[in-house]
């Protein structure tokens, strides 16, 4: 069993429509992540949780919401998004800093069409 | 900014052959990690081995092994014995201890088990 739990596996949205995708985590890690990943591309990073608090954010539309409820669930929330998004979104946790040697874990993805 | 080069788009070896897969780095800082993941049709984000740059040492993990050449920032994955469950998509990862947090993925290699 993966310990990085994703859902959902799939997801179909219109485009007027307001979707979330939900990740949870139970190994203690520190920080979340979440990652957009195009077909035969290599994962591009979207936001970093440090500590439930947003670190990093890559630029990425305003159409794509993150939020951090607490320590072991990251939330992804999606508004008016475009055919251009459909991807595979796949969420990660890792220790943090100070164990980053530790490596990430990922989640096995939502796979999102948007049409 | 660091970067991450695989060369090699596509590989295939034949069944229990050994297959070395490239990976070239970009960095300036001294302290930082390097990772292989594993992406099969499954989607999951799978870790095979990581090195510590300050470690002279190549890791290794049963049938994988690196070849770490700090010098050359060179950071190839060796699979011997290759098996079936080893096809899928191989990325090379870097991530700097002192850094953001995040972690800079390579291109990626498809590899191909020949039955």
């Known amino acids: 069993d993966t310990e990085v739990t994703q859902t959902p596996k799939h997801l179909v949205m219109g485009m007027t429509n307001k979707k979330s995708l939900k990740c949870e985590q139970h190994?203690?890690?520190?920080?979340m992540y979440w990652y957009k990943q195009k077909a035969k591309k290599p994962p591009e990073l979207m936001f970093v949780y440090s500590y439930e608090k947003l670190s990093i954010n890559e630029s990425v539309p305003s159409r794509f919401s993150p939020e951090c409820p607490n320590s072991s669930l990251l939330n992804l929330h999606l508004h008016a998004l475009q055919p251009e998004d459909s991807a595979l979104y796949l969420c990660?946790?890792?220790?943090?800093?100070?164990?980053?040697?530790?490596?990430?874990?990922f989640g096995s993805g939502t796979r999102l069409t948007v049409v | 900014a660091q970067t991450v080069t695989q060369s090699q788009p596509e590989m295939s070896v034949q069944e229990a052959e050994t297959v070395t897969l490239s990976c070239t780095y970009d960095t300036s800082e001294s302290d930082y990690y390097l990772f292989w993941y594993k992406q099969p049709p499954s989607r999951q984000m799978i870790l095979v081995i990581r090195q510590e740059a300050y470690k002279q040492q190549n890791a290794t993990e049963n049938r994988f092994s690196v070849n770490f050449q700090k010098a050359a920032k060179s950071f190839s994955l060796k699979i011997s014995d290759s098996q079936l469950g080893d096809a899928a998509m191989y990325f090379c990862a870097y991530i700097s201890n002192f850094g953001n947090e995040k972690l800079t993925f390579g291109t990626g290699t498809r590899l191909t088990i020949i039955p």
């Open positions: 190994m203690g890690h520190r920080a």
């Open positions: 990660a946790s890792s220790p943090g800093q100070g164990n980053l040697g530790r490596g990430y874990t």
